[in-house]
């Protein structure tokens, strides 16, 4: 079982970043899929989060409007669109499913 994220940077803030997560060794589309992000001596928070059938997200307030979740079951992969990035969404962004977290991606906002 493994996921990998990737589609992290350096971006400006007002600047817009796309995050995806590939998954394998098990049946993505049965599993609810969420994005967390930690940020330097802070805490792991969760940012988004989307049903296996895709028919339901959540996401945190400090995100809603900004962020959106999707995913692609035939591609395995989850993604997370981020626009109008701020300078406190700096963190390292994981990838979370079936008990399983990905080694994260950094996203830098900053001018």
């Known amino acids: 079982v493994q996921l990998v994220e990737s589609g992290g940077g350096l971006v400006q803030p007002g600047g817009s970043l796309r995050l995806s997560c590939v998954a394998s060794?098990?049946?993505?589309?049965?599993?609810?899929m969420t994005w967390y992000r930690q940020a330097p001596g802070k805490e792991r928070d969760m940012v988004a989060a989307?049903?296996?059938?895709?028919?339901?997200?959540n996401y945190a307030d400090s995100v809603k409007g900004r962020f959106t979740i999707s995913r692609d079951n035939a591609k395995n992969t989850v993604y997370l669109q981020m626009n109008s990035l701020k300078p406190e969404d700096t963190a390292v962004y994981y990838c979370?499913?079936?008990?399983?977290w990905g080694k994260g991606t950094l996203v830098t906002v900053s001018s």
């Open positions: 060794g098990f049946t993505f589309s049965a599993y609810a």
């Open positions: 989307i049903t296996s059938g895709a028919g339901s997200t």
């Open positions: 979370y499913g079936r008990r399983t």
